[in-house]
């Protein structure tokens, strides 16, 4: 896993920034009924969402949440006084207390499947009687969009995806949450160019791929033989799932 710490100061700007951030906020948006009153955002990270979250709907008290200093710290500047540092697995805010909780690109992280279950089942318990559950599922697949770099990719090793859409439903069914909506948006300047895609390659982003080990190597050198090597292939389009907790 990628040390968090580190990644925060550049976290947003390769990952979309305001751009992507905006889609995921729309589809959260589309999601979330304009009853609720009380969201809790889970491993908010630089709180570029969770920022957005709270200014489009004024009635929406926001809180994030998130474990890496660095993070809470970026969070904190961009929403004063409405950030926390916390495990997801261990939530410090009272049972019942939410409409809604919200854990983008989080599920994806957990290889274990205790953690993801623990993280679904704090969820499920800090919300309230019909209120809603909405999380990114399939994460990784969402990155393969058919392109001459996901060619090239295409036999490296790859570990079972802790996000798949089925075992997230599993989850969320153990601990009393019933399927409620699902909608998508694209994960706006994500696009691979080959360039950019060796450079992920060299820094740990594919985790079965070691940096420096001779395998990494062999698919940097195929990908440094493609065409057009800064131009950005066809954006990913990530998967919201909403589950409702009976009322």
């Given amino acids: 896993m990628?040390?968090?710490?580190?990644?925060?100061?550049r976290y947003d700007a390769s990952r979309g920034g305001e751009a992507r951030a905006a889609a995921a906020t729309e589809s959260l948006l589309a999601l979330i009924p304009g009853t609720a009153t009380r969201l809790l955002d889970i491993a908010c990270g630089t709180g570029i969402?969770?920022?957005?979250?709270?200014?489009?709907?004024?009635?929406?008290?926001?809180?994030?949440?998130?474990?890496?200093?660095?993070?809470v710290r970026m969070a904190t500047a961009r929403l004063p006084g409405a950030i926390v540092r916390a495990d997801s697995r261990r939530l410090p805010f009272r049972t019942a207390c939410a409409d809604v909780v919200t854990t983008v690109w989080l599920l994806h992280l957990l290889d274990d499947p205790a953690d993801r279950d623990a993280v679904v089942a704090e969820c499920a318990r800090v919300l309230r009687p019909g209120g809603l559950y909405v999380t990114t599922v399939d994460k990784a697949a969402a990155h393969d969009v058919g392109s001459d770099v996901d060619a090239v990719l295409a036999p490296r090793p790859r570990r079972p995806a802790a996000d798949?859409?089925?075992?997230?439903?599993?989850?969320?069914?153990r601990h009393g949450l019933q399927p409620s909506g699902r909608t998508s948006f694209r994960g706006?300047?994500?696009g691979r160019s080959p360039r950019s895609t060796i450079a992920d390659l060299r820094r740990g982003w594919f985790t079965q791929l070691p940096p420096g080990e001779p395998r990494t190597e062999e698919f940097a050198a195929r990908l440094a033989r493609l065409p057009d090597q800064d131009r950005p292939r066809v954006d990913p389009v990530f998967t919201l799932c909403a589950f409702r907790k009976p009322g």
């Fill in 2 to 9: 990628l040390d968090y710490d580190k990644e925060a100061g």
């Fill in 164 to 173: 798949a859409a089925e075992q997230v439903v599993a989850h969320a069914a």
């Fill in 49 to 71: 969402v969770t920022r957005r979250l709270a200014t489009a709907r004024p009635g929406l008290r926001v809180t994030g949440a998130d474990l890496t200093p660095a993070m």
């Fill in 188 to 190: 706006t300047g994500q």
